[in-house]
């Protein structure tokens, strides 16, 4: 059995003029934030001690309607994301569980 250990790869590449930032977090010690609130702009924040990721408004002024969408597709996007890894811890821990009754059998 192969153990899986935690890792954040950020990368940057530049092509054609334009640079692009690349942040994967594939660690649970990972913290997300959101600030924000009476009149502030928000911010959401994806934090590891390797690197941080933060979303706030367009141009950091105001809330535009691209910004409520952004919000809403991050806000599905989360929940699909909760959703397939309470699936897969449930199905990873009946399978382990399976397996210990199999070998204790």
Excluded: W
Aim: aromatic share 8%; glycine share 6%; proline share 3%.
């Amino acid at each position: 059995m192969s153990e899986h250990k935690p890792y954040t790869y950020v990368t940057a590449s530049i092509r054609e003029g334009v640079t692009r930032f690349d942040v994967s977090f594939c660690t649970s010690d990972v913290s997300a934030k959101a600030f924000g609130g009476d009149g502030e702009r928000p911010f959401l924040t994806l934090s590891s001690t390797e690197a941080q990721m933060t979303v706030t408004t367009t141009g950091g002024g105001p809330v535009t309607e691209r910004d409520v969408n952004l919000a809403r597709e991050i806000f599905t996007a989360s929940a699909r994301y909760l959703a397939d890894c309470e699936r897969l811890h449930t199905e990873q821990s009946t399978n382990s569980n399976q397996a210990e009754q199999d070998k204790a059998a």
